[in-house]
């Protein structure tokens, strides 16, 4: 755990008994600008405070309204710097959380503090997971909400992780590398004032990323993309031709791991039929010392009957056509090309592994979980129910075969 007290222990036994008897009072949502150091009247005079340590400096670098608030002592930082992104950004929401579970949250209503106990977890668990936007738009440091291959940062996260992924999207639309005060996308308010936290908290929460410049692209043959994205009738065709084998292997893969992995039945079926192998295992389709050949911008080729070909481009790379959907990406992440593969899995494993993303940014799945009921949750489909039904059918069809 990040913290020596937790939400629950501070807040709750005070709160809930004045939440049931007040009368309900919603926290205001400012459309001005954002809660700044410059907004703030207090300053840190000379001779009045300590002088800012090397981590002051990077959480004001990080998030400016800090500026005001570790110069009012709130706080007792250690004297050192804190290495590297991730953990300068799991530590700014360290302390954020201790703040959070700190304030006076006496005007909130019983749904609100509902909201704000789960909110915070949530955040929690985001900063655990040290997976958070990159960006690649602007040199020093800014506000992305979510990047191009996914990833969400803390706020939209909050926002897709309660219900509201198509809120998010909307709003890295219209205002993806801005601060929150000045972001006024329809739904914004409503589910602010409905999740317990203020705006003032929420424009804390929201950190500003350091320039970065690594990337991966990802190439499968054709009819291995085809299948990822949910059309096998491409490889089936190179079956019946002969121009691809049922014991042929991809970055390691048999097919029947393919089909296993993109929960297609009527295909594991097939390749059965045709003499696939239920007990063949993977093998990796390249190395650690071969992906690191790829140096800041690397390309994946995973090829027929060969190793994984990993090569450096001098120019940023978009993830490959497999990543552009959110069914593809799925698949692709439980296939794990970009660490090359997995080793001494079966068709069973394949089908019921979970997704491993990218160390670029969270893909486009990521953000179609279970839906929480609150507020006007979207109505769109899941576009992942198809593929993880496909897969428990896979999965309950091969144990059936005997495989474990």
Known sequence: MLFKKTF?????????????????????????APVS?????????????????????????????????????????????????????????????????????????????????????????????????QNIFVPGRRPVFIDPWGTHCAVGHLIATSGHPG?????????????????????????QLASGLRIEELALIQPHYQFRFNSQTIQYPSEIESLILGDSSALLEALEKGEVQVESRCGGKTLLHF???????????????????????????????????GGKHSRFEVRW????????????????RVYESVRGSFVADVLQDFYGGMDGKNALEYATADPRPSKHGVSKHAYYG???????????????????????????????????
């Not at 629950?8 to 001005?32: E, G």
């Not at 809120?167 to 589910?191: C, F, H, M, P, S």
């Not at 192998?277 to 071969?290: K, M």
């Not at 009957?305 to 490959?320: E, M, W």
Request: proline share 4%; net charge negative; hydrophobic share 40%.
């Open 305 to 320: 009957d060969g190793s994984t070909r990993v090569t450096s481009a001098n120019h940023y790379l978009s993830k490959g």
């Open 370 to 404: 279970k839906r929480l009921p609150f507020g006007n949750s979207d109505k769109e489909s899941n576009p992942l129910d198809e593929v993880k039904n496909g897969r428990a059918e896979v999965a309950k069809w091969l144990r059936e075969q005997g495989l474990k």
């Open 167 to 191: 809120l998010a999207r909307r709003i890295n639309q219209e205002y993806q590398l801005d601060e929150l005060g000045v972001i006024t996308t329809d739904g914004l308010k409503e589910w």
């Open 37 to 133: 150091a410059k907004s703030e009247s207090a300053t840190i005079q000379s001779g009045q405070v300590d002088p800012p340590t090397k981590l002051h400096e990077q959480l004001c670098e990080v998030n400016p309204n800090w500026a005001a608030i570790l110069g009012s002592g709130a706080f007792d930082l250690a004297s050192e710097d804190v290495v590297g992104e991730v953990k300068l950004l799991q530590k700014h929401f360290e302390l954020v959380i201790e703040r959070l579970g700190n304030a006076k949250v006496d005007d909130l209503n019983v749904s609100q503090m509902k909201q704000r106990v789960a909110n915070i977890q949530r955040l929690r668990e985001y900063a655990v997971g040290g997976v958070f936007p």
């Open 8 to 32: 629950l222990q501070t807040v709750i036994p005070v709160v809930l008994p004045m939440a049931l008897a007040a009368a309900m009072l919603q926290p205001t949502f400012a459309h001005s």
């Open 259 to 293: 089909a296993a992995a993109a929960g297609d039945l009527k295909l594991v079926k097939r390749l059965v039929e045709m003499g696939a192998d239920l007990q063949a295992v993977s093998t990796l389709g390249c190395d650690e010392d071969e992906i690191a050949q």
